[in-house]
Nanobody
Framework: QVQLVESGGGLVQTGGSRRLSCAAS????????MGWFRQAPGKEREFVAA????????DYADPVKGRFTISRDSAKNTVYLQMNSLKPEDTAIYYC?????????????????WGQGTQVTVSS
């Protein structure tokens, strides 16, 4: 079991940056693949990024490639999502997710653990 708590959301202007954090409970943080999904109003949840348990591999959705970076700090049991060059279409609730086994799925059903989400709003 792992519990996830996101932070760092808020209002940011177009072109700005924001870093989201996700603190994970438990002593087995290094056994989980971690990721981020987002959901905009009226849309389905979509994959944003994921990172394997030791940080050796990452994957990104095409709309965020080159702008977002996922990373993890095992000493702090925390995963981050650095978001640069933000656009209004990045506005969404961002969810931190976790799963066992080291691969990088992009479907929401592949992740067993979800945080409560943090709102990111990008103003134009």
């Amino acid at each position: 079991q792992v519990q996830l708590v996101e932070s760092g959301g808020g209002l940011v202007q177009t072109g700005g940056s924001r870093r989201l954090s996700c603190a994970a409970s438990g002593r087995t943080f290094n056994t989980y693949t971690m990721g981020w999904f987002r959901q905009a109003p009226g849309k389905e949840r979509e994959f944003v990024a994921a990172i394997t348990s030791r940080g050796g591999r990452t994957d990104y959705a095409d709309p965020v490639k080159g702008r977002f970076t996922i990373s993890r700090d095992s000493a702090k049991n925390t995963v981050y999502l650095q978001m640069n060059s933000l656009k209004p279409e990045d506005t969404a609730i961002y969810y931190c997710v976790a799963r066992l086994f080291d691969y990088l799925p992009t479907r929401p059903s592949e992740y067993a653990y979800w945080g409560q989400g943090t709102q990111v709003t990008v103003s134009s």
